[in-house]
């Protein structure tokens, strides 16, 4: 790998990360780039969510159609 990243992670984390190396036999990096892989998969779990407002012509807020009032 040629990229390298510095973090300054607070105590907490810091414990968590090198108990869980320790636990699994993972390397903290290991374990570091696992968790941002899953952030990554995560945050494209909804592609459609890009699409969001996009959509011309509609009223701007869905209460305004007709029939459609609970009031």
């Known amino acids: 790998m040629s990229n390298t ?3 300054r992670l607070p105590e907490d984390l ?3 990360l090198k108990r869980t190396a320790e636990r699994t036999g993972q390397t903290q990096g290991e374990i570091v780039r ?9 945050s494209s779990e909804k ?3 890009a699409l969001a407002g996009s959509i011309h012509g509609l009223p ?3 209460s305004e159609r007709k029939g459609f009032s609970r009031s």
Do not use: E, H, I, N
């Open 60 to 62: 701007r807020d869905l």
């Open 14 to 16: 810091a414990t968590w």
């Open 5 to 7: 990243l510095s973090v």
């Open 47 to 49: 592609p459609w969510m």
């Open 34 to 42: 696992l968790q941002l892989a899953k952030a990554r998969a995560a």
